[in-house]
């Protein structure tokens, strides 16, 4: 795979323009006493974790995803997101068992890495394109990939018992809840980057 440092450049400069957009214009007018208006989400309770309350890790993909939406994705009232780096999300049902769905965003600034998936995706089982993420999407092996301009995201949905299955050893219920999940938390993440 290709290195994501520039990705996270990009991902940086995104999320500073973004912090910027929403900053007041300038100090209060004079007399104006309201308060200003508490921040939309809250620290977390420990680095890289976040409960399903909508705040956010410190994980700069965990910010195009919130726990909220993870949940109502899943279908779940309580999600729990995880980023072992910048790069990456993990959404985690609580409790989980082995059967409980979750969802993992991975970004990659670099559409050689969707041509690349693609390319080796294509002949594989329970390979399909997708219509309406991105400039194009494909689905293969539980994961929804994403090309929208010169970035590339994955969005995998899966459960630890099916981890590390085949695709026909998957239900083709559960098969078509992966592709839900994907789909669902794809539309949101490609209409953030």
Do not use: N
Not at 156 to 182: C, F, H, N, P
């Amino acid at each position: 795979m290709r290195t994501r440092t520039a990705g996270l450049a990009v991902l940086a400069a995104l999320a500073a323009a973004v912090v910027t957009a929403c900053a007041p214009d300038g100090p209060p007018a004079a007399g104006d006493t309201t308060a200003p208006a508490p921040p939309a989400t809250t620290a977390p309770a420990s680095p890289g974790t976040a409960s399903a309350t909508g705040t956010l890790p410190t994980g700069k993909t965990c910010k195009l995803l919130t726990t909220d939406e993870a949940a109502a994705i899943l279908r779940v009232e309580t999600v729990v997101a995880s980023a072992p780096d910048d790069a990456q999300c993990t959404y985690e049902p609580e409790p989980r068992t082995d059967d409980t769905p979750f969802l993992s965003v991975t970004v990659d600034v670099d559409a050689d890495v969707f041509a690349d998936d693609q390319a080796d995706a294509r002949t594989g089982e329970g390979y399909r394109e997708l219509s309406g993420l991105g400039d194009r999407a494909f689905f293969y092996a539980s994961t929804v990939h994403v090309l929208a301009g010169e970035t590339s995201f994955q969005v995998q949905a899966t459960s630890a018992r099916d981890l590390d299955k085949q695709w026909s050893q998957i239900r083709v219920a559960t098969q078509e809840e992966y592709v839900r999940i994907g789909t669902e938390a794809a539309r949101l993440v490609a209409a953030r980057l």
